[in-house]
């Protein structure tokens, strides 16, 4: 079938370049500064980093300063350093090989595989959507009073902005992003520099100690362990890792000079490491709220709806200048503001890593603007029929329903994310696929194993409790013993993929190294 044929068809088969449209279409200038080489770099750390300051990592945050003060500030500082890690090695994989994570896996694995993986991250995609579905359509009922059955058939409409962005050029893309980026940020700032924590306390937060991770005391249901697993969940998300390897791509590279290569991982990093530490701001800002904005115990409903009304309320307050403020309703609206902001951009970077996976994995690409219709689609029907069967039962049920969906659609992660962190490692440890100048160092490895081995714990450790909570709050004990029954027989589940997906990618390598072999 002829180009011209291709050109009229909505899906089709495609085993090229990651993001061809935009693959190589920045161009960098040379022998110029340090700041207008890295500013020439900016962009594609932004696209990652709004995956760690999306929605779901909202209510998690807040909840654990309200219940456990500074104690778990040291998990976001070391969920983020972690996210430092895993982008760069991601980064690097995507410029070193020419081939985003979800190819260079597809290429090591057989076609079997290759669509289990596909399906596993479209339903981690699928659970971050889901958030944003909901965060949009409170954010939309908050601020103009539209019905949350209607406000969720308007995030639909948001395919429409996606595609008037496509036809203004990638960097503008970047540039949208950064700015909303910068919404949140001051709306964040603005709060707490109101509050004016105690820095002291916030200071030693930053230091772990055997409380951070302890399984009591038990405050709102939650303990120190659950808050940090939490926190870890909703920060390190996998559809960054492929989104990222993917977007490094997108500068324009001279292949055939190693030098060029390093340069474009070096500001890669830098950028990379930059936004992130933007994120890392936000996540503590929401955690700083959750101590010092409100007054301790005030926050009864950690959902969206709790959070705002409690920012409208001067008694939730902790200090005569927030309950000044309060009362006029700028801190509430502010909240609703940086919530529709934060939907805004997760959609932008979800559809692109969309487009990703399913052209990685099953090499099949579709238009943007359908791709993001049959995702957002698919992500509406659960919100959707949560809103139409409860808003007859009153709006504490509702609104109770739709945090509820929120925070166990976000189960999926727990299974995606071992199987995006260990390809990348095994890929980048790789002399093979890197190239012996670019293949990670012995400490890159050693801590990138530690990583990797840590958060899979946490996150199959976590995993009973995150099923338990699908039986509601006053589940019984048979549901209980049934829901960790569940939850074992996915872990067996989840070890046996990762082992055939270890096994896999080690047979691949070691033919493409055989091959490589042969040509020298």
Same mark, same amino acid.
């Given at each position: 079938m002829n180009n011209h044929e291709n050109k009229h068809k909505w899906i089709e088969h495609t085993n090229g370049l990651s993001l061809s449209e935009v693959n190589g279409t920045v161009k960098v200038p040379k022998g110029k500064s340090f700041f207008r080489t890295l500013l020439a770099y900016s962009g594609p750390g932004a696209l990652v980093a709004v995956g760690y300051m999306d929605p779901g990592n909202w209510s998690t945050s807040i909840t654990g300063g309200q219940n456990f003060q500074y104690l778990l500030m040291s998990v976001i500082l070391m969920s983020s350093l972690i996210a430092m890690l895993l982008q760069y090695m991601a980064a690097k994989l995507g410029i070193v090989s020419q081939m985003d994570l979800a190819q260079a896996i597809r290429a090591r694995t057989s076609k079997t595989l290759g669509v289990i993986l596909w399906i596993l991250t479209e339903l981690a995609i699928m659970a971050t959507d889901i958030a944003e579905v909901i965060g949009a359509a409170i954010a939309l009922y908050l601020l103009f009073d539209i019905p949350l059955a209607i406000a969720v058939f308007i995030t639909v409409l948001d395919v429409f902005v996606l595609l008037l962005l496509t036809k203004i050029g990638f960097r503008k893309i970047e540039a949208l992003v950064v700015c909303l980026i910068f919404v949140i940020l001051f709306v964040f700032v603005y709060q707490v520099a109101l509050s004016n924590p105690d820095w002291s306390s916030l200071f030693k937060g930053f230091i772990p100690n055997s409380q951070t991770f302890a399984e009591e005391p038990k405050i709102g249901g939650e303990t120190p362990l659950t808050g940090a697993l939490g926190i870890i969940g909703a920060t390190v998300m996998p559809h960054n890792l492929y989104l990222h390897s993917a977007v490094s791509q997108t500068r324009e590279i001279d292949r055939k000079d190693p030098e060029d290569i390093a340069r474009a991982v070096r500001f890669s990093t830098w950028d990379s490491n930059i936004q992130l530490t933007m994120a890392f701001v936000v996540n503590a800002l929401l955690l700083i709220m959750g101590v010092a904005v409100f007054k301790t115990g005030a926050v009864q409903d950690p959902s969206f709806f709790g959070l705002y009304e409690a920012l409208s309320d001067p008694s939730a307050m902790s200090n005569g200048v927030l309950i000044a403020v309060a009362k006029s309703g700028i801190l509430s609206t502010l909240f609703a503001v940086a919530l529709l902001a934060s939907g805004q951009n997760s959609t932008i970077t979800g559809t692109l890593t969309g487009q990703v996976i399913m052209e990685g994995f099953i090499h099949m690409r579709m238009p943007i603007w359908l791709r993001?219709? &049959?995702?957002?689609?698919?992500? &509406?029907?659960?919100?959707?029929?949560?809103?139409?069967?409860?808003?007859?039962?009153?709006?504490?049920?509702?609104?109770?329903?739709?945090?509820?969906?929120?925070?166990?659609?976000?189960?999926?992660?727990?299974?995606a994310l071992p199987f995006s962190m260990i390809p990348l490692l095994m890929m980048t440890n790789s002399q093979a696929e890197m190239g012996a100048r670019f293949k990670n160092s012995l400490i890159v490895k050693i801590l990138g194993w530690f990583s990797v081995i840590s958060l899979t714990y946490l996150n199959l450790r976590g995993l009973p409790g995150q099923i338990e909570a699908f039986f509601g709050d006053q589940a019984s004990t048979a549901s209980i013993v049934l829901a960790d029954r569940i939850a074992y027989i996915i872990i067996v589940a989840v070890l046996a993929l990762l082992a055939w997906t270890i096994v896999d990618l080690y047979k691949g390598n070691k033919r493409y190294e055989q091959r490589l072999q042969e040509l020298s």
């Open positions: 993001r219709l &049959v995702t957002r689609l698919l992500s &509406v029907i659960p919100v959707l029929l949560c809103v139409l069967f409860t808003s007859s039962k009153g709006t504490i049920e509702e609104h109770t329903a739709l945090n509820n969906l929120m925070n166990e659609s976000q189960v999926f992660l727990a299974f």
